[in-house]
C-alpha cells in the first residue's frame, strides 16, 4: 500500500541541502525646395509614425521612445540593471534612444528610487487617450475607456504592480504590445539556433528547448508575460526542455538515500542507479529513461524512503515537476520577495527548487496556484497569484 501521498512544501524542503549559490538611427533629411513642397508637421503621433514607415515602423506604434515614459516595460527593467561598465551596451541605448549618458543617468535613478515592481507607467485617463495614447496607436486601444471605474474585488486590491499584473486589464496592453515586446528580444538573443519569434511553429520551439534552453530562460526572466510564452508550448515541450533539470532533481534524492540507508545491499542497488542514469544521459540524452519500473517498484515497495520530493519524480507526477521545475526559474526573482531572501541568483537548479519550496511554505495561495489541476489558462492564474503575494511580502503583510 502506497502512503498518503499529499504534499507539503515544508517536507519537500526537508529533502533538498543547497550545495552551492550560486534603430538604427534614422538620418532627418529636410528637402524643402520651394513654398509649395515645404513639409508639414505631422499633427498626431501615428501620423508621424505613418511618415516614418520603414522597418521600424511596428516597433515605434509600440513603443515611442518619448523619454522615460516612452520606455516599454521591459526596457525599464532592463535599464534599471543597466551596467554601467557594459560600454557596449551603454553605448547602445545612447544610439537607440539617442540621449546623452548623463540622461541615461538620470533615468535609472528615477525607476530605482520609484522601486523594483514599478514596471509600468501609470494608465492614462481618458482626455489623454483622446489626445492620442503615449502606447498605442489608435486601431490597438482595446476596448471604450468611458466605462465608468468600479472597486475591484477585495480579493484583488493587493494585486500587485510588478512584471506581469493583469496586463490586457489594468493597462489596457493589446496582445500586440506583449509580441512586439517578445520580438524585441531577438536583439539580446544568445543561442545558436534563431531567436523563436511569435509566431513559431511548435517543431521550431523542439529544436529551441533542446539547444538553446538556458538563452531560453533568460529570454523568459528578462519579458513582462513570460507565461504568455509558456501558453504557447505544448506538454511535450516543456518536458523536453526540463528533462535535463528533472534528472538533477531525481539523481540529487537517490544520492540522499544512498547517504541515508543503512543496509550496504541497498545503498550498493541505489549507487548502481545513480551510474547507469548519468550513463544513459550521457550517451543517449533524447531518450533518456527517467521512470524504469526496475527503479521505481523497489521505491514505491518502501513508500520512496519518506521523501516527498522524491514522490515528484515519478512518472504520474511529471506534468507537476514540469511546471514546478520552470517556476522556479522563470520566477526566481519574485520567489525570493516572498521568501525574503536577498537578490541573489542559483547557480543550480536545486537552489531554484528550494526557494519555490520555500516560498510555497510561506504563501498558501501560491502553493494553490501550483496545485491547480485545470492546465487551460494556467500560467496566467500563477503569475496573477504570484503578483498578489509578492506585493503583500513587500508590505510586510502575511501570506
Known sequence: MEVDDTEYSHELLSGITTSGNSGTDTEAKTTCTTDQHIKRK????????????GHRKLELEAFPTAGLEGLSPGKRRELRKLDWGDETKVKEWIKVYEVAETTLH????????????????????????EEGSEWLS?????EDTTEPEQEPPKNQQDAATGRFQQLEQQQGLHMKLIKTEWNQLERQWQGQSPFPRLQTPIATW???????SIALLNSLQRFQAPGY????????????????????????????????IPDPERRTWIQKWIEALRLQHQTNPDNTNLYPNELWTPLK???????????????????????????AQVYYEEL????????????????????????????????????QKETTGYWTKLETILSQVTSKAKKGGKQ
Open 42 to 53: 505631422p499633427t498626431t503621433e501615428q501620423e508621424a509614425i505613418d511618415n516614418f514607415g
Open 106 to 129: 538620470q533615468w535609472q535613478a528615477e525607476l530605482q528610487a520609484i522601486g523594483s515592481t514599478s514596471t509600468y507607467t501609470e494608465s492614462q485617463n481618458s482626455s489623454q487617450v
Open 138 to 142: 489608435q486601431d490597438t486601444i482595446m
Open 206 to 212: 523542439k529544436r529551441v528547448v533542446h539547444a538553446d
Open 229 to 260: 510564452i509558456l501558453a504557447e508550448l505544448t506538454d511535450a515541450v516543456l518536458e523536453e526542455w526540463t528533462k535535463t533539470a528533472r534528472l538533477t532533481v531525481l539523481l540529487h534524492c537517490l544520492h540522499r538515500i544512498e547517504q541515508d
Open 301 to 327: 515497495k518502501n513508500h520512496f524512503e519518506g521523501m516527498e520530493l522524491l514522490k515528484l519524480c515519478r512518472a504520474n507526477k511529471k506534468e507537476k515537476l514540469v511546471k514546478m521545475v520552470l517556476t
Open 336 to 371: 525570493m520577495i516572498v521568501t525574503g531572501q536577498q537578490w541573489q541568483e542559483p547557480s543550480s537548479i536545486l537552489g531554484y527548487v528550494e526557494i519555490l519550496l520555500e516560498a510555497m511554505g510561506n504563501s498558501q495561495e501560491l502553493e494553490a496556484a501550483l496545485e
